[in-house]
């Protein structure tokens, strides 16, 4: 039902920050729980963090823990992901997604290119 879609990929250099969006349509994320994934060429896709649109509790991997943060804006059922001290590992195709609270991630937008350089 829901349909997402990324934005906010791009190229930056590392120590930059970048701000991704997830706009859902169709639907609302009131039911959800929202993740954030990547995957960068020749590697396993990676999760990232989640929200839980109820509640708004959030979950990251430690990777990017202290770095990134997932944020909501109930008003234009919107999830972002701030990206700060990015670096070049960083470097991947980042997918929203959702799931519901008790299920699996069904939903996913269709990527957006981040690109961190040294």
């Known amino acids: 039902q829901v349909q997402l879609a990324e934005s906010g990929g791009g190229l930056v250099q590392a120590g930059g920050s970048l701000r991704l969006s997830c706009a859902a349509s169709?639907?609302?994320?009131?039911?959800?729980?929202v993740g954030w994934f990547r995957q960068a060429p020749g590697k396993e896709r990676e999760f990232v963090g989640s929200l839980n649109w109820s509640g708004g509790s959030t979950d990251y991997a430690d990777s990017v823990k202290g770095r990134f943060t997932i944020v909501r804006d109930n008003a234009k059922n919107t999830v972002y992901l701030q990206m700060n001290s990015l670096k070049p590992e960083d470097t991947a195709v980042y997918y929203c997604a959702s799931r519901p609270y008790f299920g699996t991630y069904n939903r996913w937008g269709q990527g957006t290119q981040v690109t961190v350089s040294s």
């Open positions: 169709g639907g609302t994320f009131s039911i959800y729980v």
